[in-house]
């Protein structure tokens, strides 16, 4: 056998089908509005205003309502006595936290702030009955921008007056300024990113089953993280006894973030079953979601970057205002501070950074980690940048990016943003992209067509993102209140199959599958003999979820890790009953064998059964064969590629037609290279989603004015291209796979790549920045500003 | 039950069911609560995400807009109409081989208005196939996989594949 066709026989690395499809294919699929039929129904009262003291909630006519079982205030819960306060997961010096009550009591802060919850028999009467509640609100004014709310007499939380919840600073300041100072020419960008509303297609839902006599509590639930849920619902909201609370995850539609975080809704649901000892359940509408779904992004930032003729760059420094909203979700303090600032040097060498956040609080929807979280607002800062300072000094934008690149020899490589990066052949994967959208090309063409008054724009994007957050340690060492683990559990049965659980939780991207295929090469069964769990407290020991890509390398690096303590176990056994020493047997393929007499052998599987059998094992080996994994990474693992797009605009709209996306992503090695790419497909469609069509927008009173699929422009099919993906595959060191994690690469990288190309489409007009969304308005309205003055 | 509760019928994936329902209900609520076809989902509530796509007398509708008092007598197919007994339909067959869902949620739906195309045009070109499914939301593939799925339906379909079964 060639060598070519023992890695395409591996299961690990192949493009096999995915086991979730068929049931979600024929509609049998369950999903959390579907676990519990018979439930009464909850409906949550939002706020009217964005910022009111709330004189009185009277709930009688509601709560008289035949159909009706209970309406509930905020004063209803405080007086039960639970902890009542979702927390933030990550401090910061001076960090405030303001105590976030699952329903508010005294005062609103944004729209989507729970004022009561009914109960009712099915979810019409639930929603009917919202309406017989009457608030009396004394209405405050409203503050919707983060670098507004610093200055504003408005004033969110009592605890912090200025707004301010913290005020971060990376890098070496000093440094900077000598970079500064040193330098040929200074390129200055002031931008927004926009807040994105993630829009998971299924809507957040909870239900909620609770037994009094034993005390047992489940919630199924749209989770991300079914033990943080666990562990949050326990000590910080619900109060109710970890070991006494099963949540579980089912089917879930999507995520993208909005999935990870506590809410107060599963908090209400759970407490109203607990009030009532009976089940109940709870789904957003989408327009409640749009108001209560964490957004993503909301940042106000003024960059400079410190330059020489020749392109090599010196330094960076940028100043952010990162929106935070009304409420400090889990990771809204780390996502603009440490997941943004570390991720400033991007693929290139840039000797001296320092950047400053200030989180503050505004009356609007919480913001937190949504796809790209942080390396994405870092990212497209950086790319943004560069493209500028190219423009600025002449040269074209993919030759400043080589100038800057970190070379291949120079890894592990220390930015000066306190990142190591494991691995990269930055060049390699850059040079494949302009080859595939044959770049050279396409700049004759841009030239050519310009002749004719037609705009065609070239955007480079180049990205490293830090994947699946860090080491324990380091985490805690930098404010963090959770770990950086994951937990695996790789268990033979005795007749020779498997069952792998896993902390992670599945929201589309196929775990079920993947993490089959991890342990199948491990342990060399068949992949059909091996089961994956997720998603259910009670089925998993412990668990950190999916998130911030790490998945793959997480949970990935958690079952290889047990599935090696599997073989190891295994491989003594084997030894015991081939009367060998255990430095003698050999592990290939699922098959023991003593090296030099190939047909002294014995299958994993036999060994499986011979381990519980117990008759005939090592004296000092328990019987069974199984192993758990905390398995704690050693860094970050850091994904890398370059994404090109190509636009061309039409000065006479302003429309922004993207004719041709290349993705080339290095996520390492892959488990299962179709899902890689729907990985990276669905990713460029979100990025790009942001580039031309999203941005939430509140008016000034801190009214959601994007309230619906109306307003706010979700990318659709006819509005989307065919992506062209490659990839490359370097290895991380840090991994035992050598995976380095592929669900937010392509968001993170799509983002710049479009706006870069739209400004490049526009460079005769002289236009040097715009900011997200493109819509058609804004991009006329730019070409019409340069041209005003030549008609 | 109340007194403005009515008495309608509705033939489901061939089954002829007959229930009482409240004025206001929505087709796809009383599909999922009443009757207990899951299948079709809600994403929006407002006509404009498509999840809850379903065929009502031939026609690709989307259910959540819709009273389900004004459709007694109606013919309905949902997700759980297409495959025939354990075959696939063409649909889901290429759904799952050309990797077309990641969450699955957008799904049932999205089959659903393909279908609709593949029966009036069944040899699509790529941007029509994007033209008919611009009324379903997908944030999770991208769309890419969904429309190499749908070009490749419509060849099982053309090649003799079983026609779709449930309706009939
Ligand atoms: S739920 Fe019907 S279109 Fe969205
Ligand atoms: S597969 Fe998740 S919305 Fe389409």
């Known amino acids: ?791 | 039950m109340t007194d403005t509760t009515r008495e309608i019928t509705l033939t489901v994936n061939g089954t002829e069911r007959t229930f009482d329902i409240e004025p206001q209900t929505l087709l796809v609520h009383a599909l999922r609560d009443e009757l207990g076809y899951t299948g079709s989902k809600v994403g929006c509530e407002s006509s404009l995400c498509g999840a809850c796509t379903i065929h009502v007398d031939g026609r690709a509708v989307k259910s959540c807009t819709l009273l389900a008092v004004r459709y007694d007598g109606a013919e309905i197919t949902t997700v759980e109409g297409l495959a025939d007994g354990e075959d696939l339909h063409p649909l889901q067959q290429a759904f799952q081989e050309e990797h077309g869902l990641q969450c699955g949620y957008c799904t049932p739906g999205m089959m659903l208005t393909a279908l609709s195309l593949l029966e009036d045009n069944p040899d699509p070109t790529r941007s029509e196939i994007r033209d008919a499914l611009k009324g379903n939301v997908c944030r999770c593939t991208g769309y890419h996989n969904i429309v190499d799925a749908v070009e490749r339906a419509g060849e099982l379909m053309a090649a003799g594949e079983p026609e779709l079964s449930g309706a009939d």
């Open chain 1, 1 to 791: 056998m060639s060598e070519q066709e023992s890695v395409t026989d591996r299961v690990f690395g192949s493009s096999v089908e995915r086991r979730e499809d068929r049931s979600i294919l024929t509609g049998v699929a369950e999903y959390t509005d579907e676990k519990l039929p018979d439930a009464a129904h909850v409906a949550i009262l939002r706020s009217q205003y964005a910022h009111a003291t709330l004189e009185s909630v009277d709930v009688d006519q509601a709560e008289n309502r035949d159909d009706v079982v209970a309406v509930f205030t905020g004063a209803d819960v405080e007086e039960s006595g639970i902890p009542n306060d979702i927390p933030t997961a990550w401090s910061l010096p001076g960090l405030v936290t303001p105590q976030y009550r699952i329903i508010a009591t005294d005062k609103v802060r944004h729209t989507g702030d729970a004022i009561a919850a009914v109960v009712a028999e099915d979810r019409y009467a639930a929603h009917n009955a919202l309406g017989d509640i009457d608030v009396t609100y004394d209405r405050l004014d409203a503050v919707t921008e983060p670098d507004e709310a610093v200055d504003s007499d408005v004033t969110v939380h009592e605890e912090a007056p200025d707004n301010v919840a913290f005020d971060f600073t990376i890098g070496d300041a000093d440094a900077v300024s000598e970079a500064f100072s040193a330098a040929d020419h200074v390129t200055s960008v002031d931008l927004e990113q926009p807040r994105i509303i993630p829009n998971a297609v299924e809507p957040r839902a909870a239900a909620a089953d609770y037994d009094p006599d034993s005390d047992d509590l489940t919630v199924w639930m749209t989770s991300q993280n079914p033990h943080l849920h666990r562990m949050l619902m326990s000590t910080a909201t619900l109060g109710h006894p970890e070991h006494k609370l099963r949540i579980v995850a089912p089917e879930v539609g999507g995520g993208f973030g909005s999935k990870i975080y506590h809410y107060p809704d599963e908090a209400i649901t759970a407490w109203c079953a607990k009030q009532l000892g009976r089940a109940v359940t709870w789904q957003a509408t989408r327009r409640e979601g749009y108001i209560t779904d964490c957004h993503g992004r909301d940042h106000v930032t003024e960059a400079q970057l410190a330059v020489d003729t020749d392109g090599s760059i010196r330094g960076l420094r940028v100043e952010t205002h990162a929106g935070l909203g009304a409420h400090l979700s889990q990771f809204a303090t780390a996502t603009p501070s440490y997941l943004y600032a570390t991720i400033l040097s991007s693929e290139y060498d840039i000797p001296a950074i320092h950047c400053r956040v200030i989180g503050a609080f505004t009356n609007t929807t919480p913001v937190d980690a949504y796809r790209g979280a942080g390396r994405a607002e870092g990212i497209y800062v950086t790319e943004r940048i560069v493209d500028a300072a190219a423009s600025e000094l002449g040269m074209d934008p993919a030759e400043i990016r080589r100038t800057n690149l970190i070379s291949p020899d120079e890894f592990p490589f220390e930015t000066s943003v306190a990142m190591v990066y494991d691995s990269g052949e930055y060049e390699t994967a850059m040079d494949r992209a302009l080859e595939l959208v044959e770049y050279d090309e396409l700049r004759d063409r841009q030239r050519e067509l310009r002749d004719d008054d037609r705009y065609l724009g070239i955007g480079i994007a180049n990205f490293v993102e830090s994947a699946g957050l860090s080491p324990s340690k380091a985490a805690g060492e930098l404010g963090a209140a959770a770990g950086g683990w994951e937990a695996g559990v790789v268990r033979f049965h005795p007749s020779g199959t498997v069952t792998v659980a896993c902390g992670t939780a599945d929201q589309g991207q196929g775990h079920r599958t993947t993490f089959a295929q991890v342990a199948a090469e491990e342990l060399g069964v068949p992949l059909e003999d091996v089961d994956v769990v997720e998603g259910d407290t009670d089925a998993v020991p412990q668990g950190m979820g999916t998130y911030g890509s790490r998945s793959g390398p997480v949970g990935g690096g958690a079952i290889a890790t047990s599935a090696r303590k599997v073989v190891e176990k295994a491989k003594r056994i084997a030894a015991h009953s081939l009367e060998a020493s255990v430095d003698d047997v050999e592990f290939d393929d699922g098959e023991f064998s003593v090296v030099g007499a190939p047909d002294r052998s014995v299958t994993i599987q036999e060994v499986a059964l011979e381990a519980y059998l117990g008759h005939d094992i090592p004296g000092d080996a328990e019987p069974g064969l199984e192993a758990t994994s905390y398995y704690d990474p050693e860094n970050f693992t850091f994904p890398f590629g370059t994404h090109v797009a190509v636009v061309e605009v039409d000065p006479e709209t302003g429309e922004v037609d993207l004719q041709t996306y290349v993705a080339v992503d290095d996520c390492g090695e892959q488990i299962n290279p179709m899902i890689v790419e729907g990985q990276v497909h669905g990713g460029i469609a979100q990025g790009v989603g942001a580039a031309l069509y999203e941005g939430a927008v509140y008016d000034d009173t801190g009214t959601l004015v994007t309230g619906s699929m109306n307003e706010y422009a979700l990318p659709r099919a006819h509005q989307l291209p065919d992506y062209e993906t490659d990839s490359t595959v370097t290895p991380s060191p840090h991994n035992p796979i050598g995976v380095k994690g592929v669900g937010e690469s392509a968001t993170i990288a799509a983002a710049p790549a479009v706006v870069n190309a739209v400004v490049d489409a526009l460079e005769p007009f002289d236009v040097d920045h715009l900011d997200m969304p493109l819509s058609n308005e804004r991009v006329w309205r730019a070409i019409d500003a340069a041209t005003e003055g030549d008609s």
